[in-house]
C-alpha cells in the first residue's frame, strides 16, 4: 500500500493560470481531506470529500477555489486565476471512516510567479 | 470557536534531557486530540492519539480538561526525535482537524 499519492511534488504557475492538484488516497479510503499550510503557519483545513460529495467545505475560500472526488480517480483540488497569495503546501488526506486518523500524503508545494 | 495554541516554535533540548511540548486548546465540547509528527523530508504521520492511552517512542500525552491542555513529553530525548511536531484537534462527527503551529524539536548530542 504506497499511502495517499499526491501530485504534483511542486507547482509552479504564473499569476492568473490555473492550478490542479490531484490526491489518490489509500487503498479503500473514501474519505478525503485538503489542508493548506501557508509559511510559518500550521495546516488550514479546507474541504472534506466523500466519493461524489462535499460533506464539509467551510475553510474553501469563496472564489476561485473548488474541488471534487470522482466515482473513479483521484481527488482533484482547482484553484482558478491563481494570485501570489495562493502559493503555500498543499495537503491531502484519507480515511477510512471520519472517526478514524488520518493518513497525510507528502504535499504539494505550489509557487506563483 | 476551537483553537489549539503551540507556545513553542522551536525547542532545543540535549540528548537525554526531558523535554515537554505544550499544547492549549479551545473547545467547548469534549474534542479528540493528536499528536503528529514529521520528520525531515518526511510526511506528516500520527504519533499519538489521546484515546488510545498509549506510548509511542516514549512519548505520552495526557488530556487534561481542566487545563485544557494535551501536552507532549518524553523522559529521554533521542537525536531521532528531531522533527516538527503538531498538536490538533478534533471536535464533532466530522473528521476535520484543526492544528497548532507546530514546535520544531532539536535534539542535539
Known amino acids: 500500500n504506497a499511502g495517499v499519492m499526491q501530485n504534483p511534488r511542486h507547482l509552479v504557475r504564473r499569476r492568473g493560470q490555473e492550478a490542479r492538484l490531484r490526491c489518490s488516497p489509500m487503498?479503500?479510503?473514501?474519505?478525503v481531506y485538503w489542508y493548506r499550510q501557508l509559511p510559518e503557519e500550521g495546516l488550514k483545513f479546507m474541504v472534506y470529500?466523500?466519493?461524489?460529495?462535499?460533506?464539509?467545505e467551510s475553510g474553501m475560500p469563496k472564489e476561485r477555489f473548488s474541488a471534487e472526488f470522482p466515482k473513479e480517480g483521484p481527488s482533484i483540488l482547482r484553484i482558478q486565476q491563481v494570485v501570489r497569495g495562493d502559493s503555500a503546501a498543499y495537503f491531502c488526506?484519507?480515511?477510512?471512516?471520519?472517526?478514524?486518523?488520518?493518513?497525510f500524503g507528502d504535499g504539494t508545494r505550489l509557487s506563483i510567479l | 470557536a476551537q483553537r489549539v495554541t503551540q507556545p513553542e516554535k522551536l525547542l532545543s533540548v540535549f540528548k537525554g534531557a526531558p523535554v515537554e511540548l505544550k499544547c492549549n486548546y479551545s473547545?467547548?465540547?469534549?474534542?479528540?486530540l493528536f499528536w503528529y509528527v514529521q520528520y525531515s523530508r518526511q510526511r506528516l504521520q500520527l504519533l499519538l492519539r489521546?484515546?488510545s492511552r498509549e506510548s509511542i517512542k516514549g512519548f505520552t500525552a495526557d488530556l487534561n480538561k481542566g487545563e485544557t491542555s494535551f501536552h507532549l513529553k518524553k523522559p529521554f530525548a533521542q537525536e531521532e526525535d528531531s522533527a516538527m511536531y503538531y498538536c490538533?484537534?478534533?471536535?464533532?462527527?466530522?473528521?476535520?482537524?484543526?492544528f497548532g503551529a507546530g514546535t520544531q524539536v532539536v535534539v542535539t548530542p
Open positions: 488526506a484519507s480515511s477510512n471512516y471520519s472517526n478514524q486518523p488520518q493518513h
Open positions: 487503498k479503500g479510503h473514501s474519505h
Open positions: 470529500l466523500q466519493k461524489e460529495n462535499i460533506i464539509d
Open positions: 473547545y467547548s465540547g469534549s474534542p479528540e
Open positions: 489521546h484515546i
Open positions: 490538533a484537534l478534533k471536535g464533532g462527527s466530522w473528521g476535520k482537524l484543526q
